[in-house]
């Protein structure tokens, strides 16, 4: 099982970002996935997820009208597209699985899989 995000990059004030993470491994696409981030100094905290059907939560106020997951089952793959980026939005951002639940959660901990983490840093 793997997890493979990519996207991540600088990127000024205002400018937009697609996250993507490649999914392979598992028998069928019936999981749960989620991004998370991760601030320098700060504890990782939950962006948004998606279930199996496509359904999506976002975690924060902040993000609901700036951020949109998706997921291309047939590409096995998950997206985050970031508009109108702010420099707080600066983290390491992480891809999830949670293979037992088809709705997800915010709840990191229910997460088994993990991809590597892609940086995103936003200039002022």
């Known amino acids: 099982v793997q997890l493979q995000a990519s996207g991540g990059g600088l990127v000024q004030t205002g400018g937009s970002l697609k996250l993507s993470c490649v999914v392979s491994g598992f028998p069928s696409d019936n999981y749960s996935a989620a991004w998370f981030r991760q601030a320098s100094g700060k504890a990782r905290e939950g962006v948004s997820c998606i279930n199996s059907s496509g359904g999506s939560t976002y975690f924060a106020d902040s993000m609901k009208g700036r951020f949109t997951i998706s997921r291309d089952n047939a590409n096995n793959s998950v997206y985050l597209q970031m508009n109108s980026l702010k420099p707080e939005d600066t983290a390491v951002y992480y891809c999830?699985?949670?293979?037992?639940?088809?709705?997800?959660?915010?709840?990191?901990?229910?997460?088994?899989?993990w991809g590597q983490g892609t940086k995103v840093t936003v200039s002022s």
């Open positions: 999830a699985v949670d293979w037992t639940r088809v709705i997800c959660s915010r709840n990191l901990w229910n997460y088994d899989y």
